[in-house]
């Protein structure tokens, strides 16, 4: 299971980058973090899951772009 090891490597550096980025607001951050649990749990298996979290994601503010970039999802 590498692939799935990478991944949740992946979501939990997005999670630590969202948690300790300056420039989102405190709502920012708990929205996008919950969303990324929500979708983690409903669909793991999904081989879309990263773009649909990237979307999402940059709907919630393009402030997150950056933190995309740095994780290595741009």
Do not use: C
């Amino acid at each position: 299971m590498p692939h799935h090891n990478k991944r949740k490597e992946k979501l939990e550096q997005l999670k630590e980058a969202i948690k300790n980025s300056p420039h989102l607001t405190e709502e920012e951050k708990s929205n996008a973090l919950a969303h990324i649990e929500e979708w983690y749990i409903e669909d793991q298996a999904d081989k879309y899951f990263w773009d649909m979290v990237k979307a999402k994601l940059l709907e919630i503010s393009a402030k997150i772009e950056p933190i995309l970039a740095e994780v290595g999802l741009l």
